[in-house]
């Protein structure tokens, strides 16, 4: 089953400029990972932003939840090209099973 | 030692073959897992051990058998697979709590079936 689902699909922007992606889901969560992926490669976590916080740093990166709303945003400022990747929101399922659920996938280009 | 690994790499098998893929992580993880990722698609879970012990199993086919000989270990034996099931194997650990942590995921091992 599927629970995240990132929006958009596909995201290319300019090197320096700032790319916002976004997940929504659809059950209660006790916490929301993202994680990125290089082509054909393993997954990187980025960050893991629990139900009841509200917004998390890290570097260039910055998250958002907002549970009301069933959804997450992940801003990545001043992007550089190695940025290029697909970007994956992750929920496991309040009081549901172990399983983390990854959503569709953003992927974003960063041109030079 | 923040790594996982996973052999081979890549692996082209026919559908008759006996295979293995092999996941390794020595950061003391107790939960491990198997996901399925097709081109363009995001990672599927498989299989869960945590503390050693099937914990998960998401309705894989038979033909997928997973063993965990460790705590640091973690296999997965391939047996009359069909052509559907050619994708990226990817193997995670995380310490303890399946959901609540991050998992760390090996680089993958790329399977072609003919």
């Known amino acids: 089953s599927q629970q995240g689902e990132e929006d958009p699909q596909a995201l290319s922007i300019q090197e320096g400029e700032n790319a916002t992606m976004n997940c929504s889901y659809k059950t209660s969560i006790n916490n929301l990972q993202w994680y990125r992926q290089n082509s054909g490669r393993g997954l990187v976590h980025l960050i893991l932003i629990r139900s009841n916080e509200r917004e998390k740093h890290s570097g260039r990166l910055r998250v958002t939840l907002d549970t009301s709303k069933k959804s997450s945003s992940l801003l990545i400022t001043a992007s550089r090209a190695a940025d290029t990747a697909s970007y994956f929101c992750a929920t496991d399922e309040e009081g549901g099973s172990e399983k983390l659920v990854f959503g569709k996938g953003t992927k974003l280009t960063v041109n030079p | 030692d923040t790594e996982v690994t996973q052999t081979p790499k890549h692996l082209v098998m026919g559908m008759t073959n006996k295979k293995s893929l092999k996941c390794e992580q020595h950061?003391?993880?107790?939960?491990m897992y198997w996901y399925k990722q097709k081109a363009k698609k995001p990672p599927e879970l498989m299989f869960v051990y945590s503390y050693e012990k099937l914990s998960i199993n998401e309705s894989v086919p038979s033909r997928f058998s997973p063993e965990c000989p460790n705590s640091s270990l973690l296999n997965l034996h391939l047996h009359a697979l069909q052509p559907e099931d050619s994708a990226l194997y990817l193997c995670?650990?995380?310490?303890?709590?399946?959901?609540?942590?991050?998992?760390?995921f090996g680089p993958g091992t790329r399977l072609l079936v003919l």
């Open positions: 950061m003391g993880h107790r939960a």
């Open positions: 995670a650990s995380s310490q303890r709590n399946p959901y609540q942590e991050t998992q760390y």
